[in-house]
């Protein structure tokens, strides 16, 4: 009888067994064990408990203060660099989320969803996907309605100049 872990990259593999699904194994299995040390030759870390988007920024803000200290970038420069190092806004609620196959059944297509959401940036915005999925999708079920809601608080936190909103379940 295999482990969880061993039970869950079964399920991955059984998943993915077209042509070219590699990127899609190989996506699940950098989640499932974490990036480690990127430059590195471990293959575990700190990654896994921050998550790779955070542990990214927190790489480039790191790399404009040596940039700055050197004096190797430019005012342009620099402003965009404190823009894309911005550290994102943490929404922390006690719901389940998330784009549940029966909703959406091809993984490669909740995946482009899921980036297409990572980079929503108004309401304007999250609305308007909201009735693409309606569209294409039908009703969303409860974890995606949940999702958007989710996607609505953090823009409005990020609006209002906050660093991370935080509810817990009691």
Known sequence: MPTPEGQERLEVIAENT????GYSIAMRDLEMRGAGELLGTRQHGYIASVGLHLY????????LELRQEQGTIGKRGLETLIEEARMPVQVDLPLSVGLESSYV???????RLYRRMADLA?????????????????????LTRNLFYQMLVKVRTESAGLESVTVEAG
């Open 122 to 142: 108004s309401e304007e915005e999250i609305r308007a996907l909201e009735e693409e999925f309606v569209d294409r999708f039908g009703s969303p079920p409860e």
């Open 105 to 111: 059944p091809e993984q490669d297509m909740r995946l």
């Open 18 to 21: 077209r042509l070219g699904a």
């Open 56 to 63: 990214t920024r927190l790489l480039a803000r790191a790399v």
